[in-house]
T-cell receptor
Framework: DQQVKQNSPSLSVQEGRISILNCDYT??????FLWYKKYPAEGPTFLIS?????DKNEDGRFTVFLNKSAKHLSLHIVPSQPGDSAVYFC??????????????FGKGTLLTVNP | GAGVSQSPSNKVTEKGKDVELRCDPI?????LYWYRQSLGQGLEFLIY????????KSGLPSDRFSAERTGGSVSTLTIQRTQQEDSAVYLC???????????FGEGSRLTVL
């Protein structure tokens, strides 16, 4: 039972264009969402987060959008750069049973930005 | 170092052997997590430590898995009688209490033959 789904295993975009990575979740108790980025042979690194009280959070080239009614969030990267090529994981946590610290991760999307 | 340190980085073992994986969290981080990533899968929660509280072991897949955290710092994940399905990258992370912004180590890649 996958509670966090990233349906696109991979995405390829041209340098300078927008990258849009999507994530869907099923658990309505989730109220905090994060994106992590992972390079090969490294651990994931935190990128950006959003609380369920917001529908948008922006940090430089990265913006996360949250649509609670659709249980959907997306990460936009504008403009995309070759160094953004990595696996992006969507993660969620909630107050279900007090486990607001336990992140549930999707399977990841491999982003390739072509020069 | 300034980051989360894990050892060994790679471990190859035979089915049935015990293994220990070590994690040194970032100094001052009170929360410590173990996750694992099997091939083609997302990160699977295993166990969580927060200060002196009882750990949340709800993600451990079987009683062959155990973990401890000594002195509120270093943690060891032990897998007894390893099976081939235990092959994965085991990731440790730490954070300042319950922020959700986890700092991950590079992981320990376990291969069970």
């Amino acid at each position: 039972d996958q509670q966090v789904k990233q349906n696109s295993p991979s995405l390829s975009v041209q340098e300078g264009r927008i990258s849009i990575l999507n994530c869907d979740y099923t658990n309505s108790m989730f109220d905090y969402f994060l994106w992590y980025k992972k390079y090969p042979a490294e651990g994931p690194t935190f990128l950006i987060s959003i609380s369920s009280i917001k529908d948008k959070n922006e940090d430089g080239r990265f913006t996360v959008f949250l649509n609670k009614s659709a249980k959907h969030l997306s990460l936009h990267i504008v403009p995309s750069q070759p160094g953004d090529s990595a696996v992006y994981f969507c993660a969620a946590s909630g107050h279900s049973g007090g486990s607001n610290y336990k992140l549930t991760f999707g399977k990841g999307t491999l982003l390739t930005v072509n020069p | 170092g300034a980051g989360v340190s894990q050892s060994p980085s790679n471990k190859v073992t035979e089915k049935g052997k015990d293994v220990e994986l070590r994690c040194d969290p970032i100094s001052g981080h009170t929360a410590l997590y173990w996750y694992r990533q099997s091939l083609g899968q997302g990160l699977e929660f295993l166990i969580y430590f927060q200060g002196n509280s009882a750990p949340d072991k709800s993600g451990l897949p079987s009683d062959r898995f155990s973990a401890e955290r000594t002195g509120g710092s270093v943690s060891t994940l032990t897998i007894q009688r390893t099976q081939q399905e235990d092959s994965a990258v085991y990731l440790c992370a730490s954070s300042l209490k319950n922020t959700g912004e986890l700092f991950f180590g590079e992981g320990s890649r376990l291969t069970v033959l």
